[in-house]
């Protein structure tokens, strides 16, 4: 993740020597982070609070609360409050922009820990969903022994454990610091380097470059790819439909995440030398930074709509969730068609189709 620009300044970065005036870049964070992490953090909030009841409700349906999830529901459901930890994060960083981190030490590392930590799980879980299609269409098979929750479990376990193995670096280097910006003080919560800060910061920002973007986009090409050639063979609707989803979530998550890595690297290669410093050039990545990465973090409320309100399965427990919360028992009519449409629509599948759709999966 990056290590720096969520919770301090741009500007003040340990590793910038040229005196260049950017107070305005403060001011403009001031007024434009803590709206837009608010706006994520509400979003996220709902969109992935109702994919955990819908989840929970739909395996109560469908196995009376005495079966386990579907791979693809277990990935989901730790992707969730992967991003439903990490939206809790976003308001403490809001009033830090809005005023000053007033929270103390303890809550500035826990929570630059808790962000660290579900940014880069979050990511991963989405790259597991890919490979977890991948297994389910191309190898429908011959993977069956591959596809079971148990290893899915593991998968997860790895994935929590690695990620809290590279939070490990906000539980250790976090600390609350005043910074002078000439007009006033500022108490900011950030990643203080005390030796070789150059060194780290540039190693840092590396890794969540592979780790956060680089690594988990070759998973999910390679996976579309191969289900792409896969689906040749399905009916014309069904491609059709399965089509739209892989241009959906791989063109989402590149236009999330692929600014914000770019003007990561630019950064690492200025404090390298590589790129020469001007103050133009710093009020560039700066406000580039800043913005790019509220994009980023805005994908954590894009994954309710991509992984679950696109499964016809969701949007229809969905809505008889909602009606049973309301009190409503109408339209029996309108689900039966529903369910009869389902019905047709799964027997016109190719056979790697219906070996997706047939595990009690939510997202199907």
């Not at 706006?39 to 955990?52: E, K, P, Q, T």
């Not at 995440?257 to 050039?281: I, K, R, T």
């Not at 499964?311 to 339209?331: A, D, I, T």
Request: positive net charge.
């Amino acid at each position: 993740m990056d290590y720096e620009n969520l919770t301090m300044p741009p500007d003040l970065s340990m590793s910038r020597a040229a005196p260049c005036i950017q107070d305005d870049i403060y001011v403009f964070a001031q007024r434009y982070s803590p709206v837009v992490y608010s706006l994520v953090f509400i979003l996220a909030v709902i969109g992935n609070v109702l994919v955990l009841c819908v989840i929970r409700r739909y395996r109560t349906s469908q196995c009376g609360g005495a079966c386990a999830f579907s791979l693809t529901d277990t990935f989901l459901l730790h992707l969730a409050i992967s991003d439903l930890l990490l939206a809790f994060t976003l308001p403490l960083f809001a009033v830090q922009w809005a005023h000053e981190w007033v929270f103390g030490l303890t809550a500035c590392k826990i929570s630059g820990a808790l962000f660290s930590l579900n940014r880069y799980s979050g990511i991963l879980f989405l790259a597991c969903i890919s490979f977890d299609r991948y297994l389910a269409i191309v190898h429908a098979v011959r993977s069956g022994w591959k596809r079971n929750t148990c290893h899915a479990q593991i998968a997860c376990a790895l994935i929590w454990v690695g990620c809290l193995g590279l939070s490990g670096v906000d539980i250790t280097f976090k600390q609350v610091v005043t910074h002078d910006l000439g007009h006033h003080k500022a108490v900011l919560c950030q990643v203080w380097f005390t030796e070789n800060p150059t060194q780290w910061q540039v190693g840092m920002q590396l890794l969540s470059v592979i780790l956060g973007f680089g690594l988990p986009l070759l998973i999910m090409l390679y996976c579309y790819i191969r289900i792409f050639r896969s689906l040749c063979n399905a009916s014309r609707r069904q491609k059709r439909k399965s089509l739209r989803l892989i241009i959906s979530l791989v063109t989402v998550f590149v236009l999330s995440w692929a600014p914000y890595n770019c003007f990561q690297l630019a950064d690492s290669l200025q404090m390298l030398g590589f790129v020469e410093l001007s103050c133009h050039f710093g009020r560039v990545l700066d406000i580039g930074t800043l913005i790019t990465e509220s994009v980023g973090l805005s994908h954590c409320a894009l994954n309710p709509l991509l992984y679950g309100f696109v499964g016809v399965k969701f949007r229809r427990e969905l809505v008889r969730m909602c009606k049973g919360l309301l009190g409503q028992r109408g339209w029996q009519g309108m689900e039966g068609w529903r369910e009869r449409k389902h019905r047709i629509t799964t027997s016109s599948c190719s056979p790697a189709s219906v070996s997706e759709n047939t595990s009690y999966s939510v997202m199907g």
